[in-house]
């Protein structure tokens, strides 16, 4: 057998072996339910938002539930928002996931947890997702005054400022109430923010367990049946069964012919979307995020010149396969 039979085998025995296993070898964080410290002064959301079909079109520009209907529900799109976050438990890992399937996100952060996790907000902005604003402390905004709903909202809008260089312009008011509060609605408009809701409630905060998470998520989707659902799903970046159900909420969605897109992608015709697509795709391959030794070996050692005798040696030996891993 010359080299390039080898080469060639090798390369068949990659897409045969190493390829899906790349796929799988994920070292996933515990199942385990993830406990907060008992200080956090905010909880996840507990309600469903209050919205009702007559206000929805009050205003076609902000995205209300209707609003991302319109957009959403009748395509095979989807779009993931986290909020309450960031939080070393689930922000990590569930920026690892995205950027190994190339999605990109909405980060919904509270500006009490970018105090605490500034790192955490540089590495979501620096992977290319979207931050908008939670407030900065989770507090139901009709209730406070215009003051105190100002400063909730101005406090985490600077803070995020100050490490990305820029203010979100999506604003997620806590447990989505409030979008129909004209104070609400004016200091939004004065900080040139937009409300963002959902239209899928993934119930993380409930079901704090990667299976139901899923399933739920799959069910609102319609995913693996005949009628697609797309949406916006709420899902919450502070639990590590949230972070751990992300990767199958991905594949699960993919191989129904699901798209991820963010925000801006919204509006897009599918055929503009195709093209902006395209632009990623071509982006550079890092074996570093397959976490598969000989894939990083493989793809990252530099060539060295091979003489025939090494390999009728490694292959008498039984070490063919390690032996072209790291001699590529
Ligand atoms: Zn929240």
């Not at 209907?69 to 438990?89: E, Q």
């Not at 093209?275 to 030794?293: I, T």
Request: overall charge positive.
């Amino acid at each position: 057998m010359n080299i390039l039979k080898l080469r060639l085998f090798f390369i068949l025995f990659a897409v045969c072996f190493i390829l899906p296993a790349y796929g799988m070898a994920d070292t996933l964080v515990s199942d385990a339910i993830s406990l907060f410290p008992n200080e956090e002064p905010y909880t996840a959301e507990k309600t469903e938002p209050e919205y009702t079909e007559t206000f929805l079109n009050y205003n076609g520009e902000h995205f209300v539930p209707a609003h991302l209907k319109a957009l959403l529900s009748k395509t095979n799109r989807i779009v993931l928002t986290f909020d309450d976050g960031p939080h070393p438990n689930a922000t990590p890992h569930i920026l690892k996931v995205l950027k190994q399937y190339n999605v990109r996100a909405v980060f919904f952060v509270l500006g009490l947890q970018v105090e605490k996790y500034p790192e955490l907000v540089k590495m979501i902005y620096d992977d290319g997702h979207i931050i908008g604003n939670h407030t900065y402390s989770h507090k139901r905004l009709p209730d406070l005054s215009e003051e105190e709903i100002r400063t909730e909202i101005r406090r985490t809008g600077n803070l995020v400022a100050s490490i990305t260089g820029k203010k979100p312009t999506l604003l997620r008011p806590p447990y989505g109430i409030g979008v129909k509060n004209r104070t609400l609605q004016k200091i939004a408009a004065e900080e040139g923010l937009k409300f963002f809701l959902w239209t899928v409630d993934s119930r993380d905060w409930k079901n704090k367990n990667s299976k139901a998470i899923l399933t739920s998520v799959e069910k609102q989707l319609g995913i693996g049946k005949k009628n697609k659902v797309g949406g916006a799903v709420l899902l919450h970046d502070i639990y590590s069964t949230t972070a751990n159900a992300i990767e199958y909420i991905i594949k699960s969605a993919s191989s129904s012919d699901y798209v991820f897109i963010d925000p801006y992608e919204m509006n897009l015709t599918n055929q503009e979307l195709m093209a902006s697509r395209m632009k990623n795709e071509y982006r550079s391959f890092d074996p570093a995020l397959s976490g598969n030794d000989l894939l990083v070996t493989v793809l990252t050692k530099e060539k060295k010149e091979i003489k025939t005798i090494d390999i009728i040696r490694a292959h008498r030996q039984g070490n063919l396969m390690l032996f072209l891993a790291l001699n590529k």
